[in-house]
């Protein structure tokens, strides 16, 4: 589906892997042309020869989307790029054309084609999986038997690699390294002709195939964060609770869904309005559930929330979203007497499963903003039950510690009352 590739191409969010957009210093998502979307201003220049470069369907099927290689190459800046032994991690996805040569098949490369030191590439030739070159021959390489496939291929070079032993293999995500060499050839510490499709200016060992989301990041980066680009974009998440056109919700909602794989982090929105033009929250976060914190929304008012998951290499597809309704669940005024002075009560039952009951009175001669909320004993907020302007009565709210948006562990709780300058705090305990 097209929507999958361009979420790629989109400001990479990094949540656990904590990379930012410095260290991404060329990114060739190929969506209609050889842009670099790293912000870096490495675009790329096809040079067709006597061959061609053309847009062709990705590994997602979308048009326009990839290239097809056949004796071309594209030639692209090198801004930013890593010289010398410093760290980088070069990466693309390919698939191979069915014709078998003996020849090298370069898929990124960066240093001169000569015999004086190591080139930073990646490369196939029709029996190995090659990674690094050191004087024309693979230093590291995995082998791997032919096909047409999409495959992703990364290279990571290390901090203070030196010499061409030094590069590690990722193929289709996983390490591995079947014929290991450590040659006493330093790295190439030029970045001059910098190409994909082929070695460099040289028109030599063009790769023949297609070449999809090529990226040169200036550090190092580990197993998962390769793995995560290796299953990018990530999976859309599955919302759970609260239930969709669910009502009696509270102010304070946990927003809860199912757990992706190979993600980082999941952005949440929630709006009052269905088409998410203002929101309430805007939240990026790297766990499976958010608490609403107090405040933020109103009684009696319908909510949207929809949620997507990111990683390293690009982010999902939003959620359908779920709606919700809040109300102050269980609350009723008692009385009609005008209580003599503000008081908070023993909720009865106390201990309590699930349910328990809290009363207060609200004196005075006028409404009062009253807030009553519940708390877990590292002082947290969990539930807010009253958020409103209250006239002088006697009040009962009914607190459920499981259904609904959440279910409460056993333990001790205090619940608080704030309203008119009065304030008192009081202890129960849910036993399960």
């Not at 990364?154 to 990722?170: H, L, M, N, R």
Request: glycine share 8%; net charge neutral.
């Amino acid at each position: 589906m097209r929507a999958a590739k361009l979420f790629l191409i989109l400001v990479i969010y990094s949540g656990l892997t904590n990379l930012n957009a410095q260290t991404l210093v060329g990114y060739w998502p190929f969506t209609g042309n050889t842009a670099d979307s790293s912000g870096m201003g490495n675009h790329g220049t096809i040079v067709s020869g006597s061959g061609s470069v053309t847009l062709t369907t990705d590994r997602f099927n979308n048009p326009n989307s990839a290239y097809l290689f056949n004796n071309g190459r594209i030639n692209i800046g090198s801004s930013g790029f890593p010289t010398g032994n410093g760290q980088r991690t070069m990466c693309a996805w390919f698939k191979r054309n069915a014709v078998n040569t003996s020849t090298a098949h370069y898929i990124l490369s960066i240093g001169g084609n000569s015999f004086d030191g190591c080139r930073s590439s990646i490369v196939i030739d029709n029996i190995n999986t090659w990674i690094g070159v050191e004087n024309r021959w693979p230093a590291n390489y995995k082998v791997w038997q032919p096909d047409t496939n999409w495959h992703f291929l990364c290279a990571v070079f290390p901090q203070g690699s030196t010499v061409c032993g030094d590069y590690k293999v990722y193929f289709d995500g996983v390490y591995g390294i079947d014929t290991f060499r450590f040659p006493n050839t330093p790295l190439n510490t030029n970045i001059e002709a910098p190409a994909i499709g082929c070695l460099g200016s040289a028109d030599v060992y063009f790769f023949h195939g297609k070449i999809d989301d090529v990226r040169l990041y200036s550090t190092a980066l580990n197993a998962t964060q390769i793995l995560e680009l290796y299953n990018s974009p990530p999976a859309m998440p599955t919302l759970l609770s609260p239930a969709n056109n669910s009502s009696g919700i509270s102010v304070t909602p946990l927003l809860d869904w199912n757990t992706v794989p190979f993600t980082s982090s999941y952005r949440v929105l929630l709006s009052s309005d269905s088409t998410f033009a203002t929101t309430q929250l805007d939240s990026t976060i790297n766990v499976d559930s958010l608490r609403i914190p107090p405040g933020r929304l109103a009684n009696n008012v319908k909510y949207y929330w929809k949620v997507r998951s990111i990683n390293l290499g690009g982010r999902s597809p939003y959620t359908a979203h779920f709606n919700f309704t809040t109300s102050l669940v269980g609350i009723n005024q008692t009385g009609n007497e005008i209580p003599e002075s503000f008081k908070l009560y023993n909720n009865y039952p106390n201990p309590f499963n699930p349910t328990t009951k809290i009363r207060f009175d609200i004196s005075g001669t006028s409404v009062a903003q009253t807030f009553l909320s519940v708390y877990d004993m590292l002082g947290r907020e969990v539930a807010t039950l009253v958020n409103e302007e209250l006239k002088p009565g006697t009040y009962e709210v009914e607190w459920s510690a499981e259904g609904g948006e959440t279910n409460f562990a056993s333990g001790v709780y205090f619940y608080k009352i704030v309203a008119d300058g009065f304030t008192d705090t009081k202890r129960m305990v849910l036993i399960k």
